[in-house]
């Protein structure tokens, strides 16, 4: 048995620096370089940031620190650093591409604060990708998870409940799930996800 190690500075939790317009600022820079962010999801890390410091510096005033927020995202949002429809039509067709489906993206833009205005013409845009955005997430989610005619023609049969339910989980309706799982040849699939021009 080895001897316990007396605790070092080192595991003392350390004491956030003391926020100022110009830590703020650099803090945003920072996460922006990182992370791509929405408007309401920028003030939400800032916000945090002042309420953790205010706990270790007293004097920092949180309703003060809430004013250089909102003018730190009016700066960015004119300056271009920061543009919601531009960020949830990225992260939708991130999304779709990996085979969300359009309720869940719309779920995840929710949270990161984006209005719903924003969201549905995110949604809209994705018609340039694809003129059926909904059925190609689910192919690209079936090639993905191997589901329906993706899968083992061995073991398919036994599957086609597992598949339909791994579908619906993903947040696809019963409809789009049946489609897909139920598709025979999956060439037929490859052609609906890239339609001749």
């Excluded at 605790?7 to 803090?27: C, G, H, M, Y």
Aim: charge should be positive; proline fraction near 5%.
């Amino acid at each position: 048995m080895s001897a316990r190690k007396a605790p070092s500075d080192n595991s003392k939790p350390r004491i956030p620096r003391k926020i100022t317009p110009e830590r703020l600022a650099n803090i945003a820079l920072h996460y922006l370089e990182r992370y791509a962010s929405s408007s309401e999801n920028l003030r939400r890390v800032l916000e945090r940031r002042v309420f953790k410091a205010s706990y270790f510096h007293e004097d920092l005033d949180t309703e003060v620190a809430k004013g250089w927020v909102d003018n730190l995202i009016g700066r960015y949002q004119n300056a271009g650093l920061l543009n919601d429809l531009t960020y949830a039509e990225t992260r939708a067709r991130s999304l779709m591409t990996r085979g969300t489906a359009a309720r869940v993206i719309r779920m995840k833009l929710r949270e990161k604060g984006v209005d719903a205005d924003t969201i549905e013409r995110a949604l809209k845009a994705l018609v340039d990708d694809h003129p059926e955005p909904e059925l190609a997430a689910a192919i690209k989610l079936a090639r993905r998870r191997r589901l329906g005619p993706y899968a083992d023609p061995a073991k398919r049969e036994g599957k086609k409940d597992r598949d339909l339910a791994a579908m619906a989980r993903a947040g696809f309706s019963y409809d789009m799930a049946r489609r897909i799982v139920e598709c025979d040849d999956k060439d037929e699939l490859e052609d609906l996800l890239d339609p001749p021009l």
